[in-house]
């Protein structure tokens, strides 16, 4: 792990991954839309609306799949003081915090006309919401700092600290009384949702994949330029 | 194609979905590229403005030891 902590290593490696990872998001993309949108049947109780799933179920893992990357790389950081692990966070964020609200609006979109509230503070929405806030805390908070180690460092605590509202995302179906479905595909006996719509959701999934890894190295680039950026101009400042 | 357009009526409702969507992932994009853009452009100026490093910095470092010395 360590050998990549050399952020000129990292950038070699990220320059050979990047336009593979685009070309793999554009690709996953127009096959996951094409399927979503004409290559699947609907719903024969839901009707149409089923085509929300394609972009609310892999935003929302992908809400949470950005969290957990973002609380190990901050106990990464906060244990071997890894200087990328803390970039990766502070890249990562804004993509996290944008799949979230765009889980949380779709959901909106597909409870209105299926549930009939567009909003219901039950337990798996508000932990989504909670998780979005999360989000925003983080942002706010790593960018609240004169000294940018110290604030990583207090938004590093932050993410351990919210990984207690993961397991609750997860289970809140099956622990509280909801209107939100229970989990179809990442489920003890396999998926119960049907393969004609199981397929485009996870194409949808992997092109959401792939956009999160291109553009978060494209982030994670602009983050090590930025702190190039400080470092030459301390030593400006201090006549070095 | 029209009936493809409205969604068996709820065209109000999965069209947003989508849009959204696309207008948050191009957002994110545009954004960074921007971001990247920009930094990429400063750290230019700045490394321009300051050009052999390491050893330009070693002798100025000497010459003001040495002017240092002068002085006293």
């Known amino acids: ?24 998001t554009v690709v996953l993309l127009v096959v996951g839309l094409y399927l ?20 609310h179920v892999p935003a929302a893992w992908m809400a949470l799949f950005v969290y957990v990357n973002m609380a190990i790389a901050a106990a990464v950081g906060l244990v071997w003081k890894h200087p990328l692990a803390d970039l990766f966070s502070k890249a990562a964020a804004p993509v996290g915090a944008g799949f979230t609200a765009v889980c949380l609006v779709t959901g909106s979109l597909w409870g209105a006309p299926m549930w009939g509230t567009w909003w219901v503070w039950d337990a798996r929405l508000t932990s989504m919401l909670i998780l979005f806030f999360l989000y925003l805390g983080y942002m706010a908070l790593v960018n609240a700092f004169d000294d940018p180690e110290r604030g990583v460092k207090a938004g590093n605590v932050l993410l351990l600290v919210g990984v207690v509202n993961i397991p609750i995302i997860k289970f809140s179906v099956d622990w509280w009384n909801t209107l939100h479905q229970p989990a179809s595909v990442i489920r003890m006996g396999g998926p119960t949702i049907a393969g004609e719509m199981l397929v485009p959701l996870l194409v949808m999934a992997f092109a959401f994949t792939a956009y999160f890894v291109s553009v978060v190295l494209l982030r994670l680039k602009s983050e090590i330029l930025a702190r190039k950026i400080q470092t030459l101009r301390l030593n400006d400042a201090q006549g070095r | 194609m029209a009936e493809f357009f409205a969604m068996g009526g709820y065209a109000a409702y999965i069209w947003p979905s989508y849009a959204l969507t696309a207008l948050v992932m191009v957002g994110l994009l545009v954004a960074t590229l921007k971001g990247l853009r920009s930094r990429e452009a400063t750290l230019k100026a700045l490394e321009g403005s300051r050009p052999p490093r390491r050893r330009a910095r070693r002798e100025a470092a000497v010459h003001e030891t040495a002017a240092e010395m002068g002085e006293g």
């Open chain 1, 1 to 24: 792990m360590h050998r990549f902590a050399n952020p000129a290593r990292f950038l070699r490696l990220s320059a050979v991954i990047q336009p593979w990872a685009a070309g793999a």
């Open chain 1, 36 to 55: 979503s949108l004409f290559g699947s049947p609907p719903d024969y109780q839901q009707g149409d609306t089923v085509r929300i799933m394609y972009v």
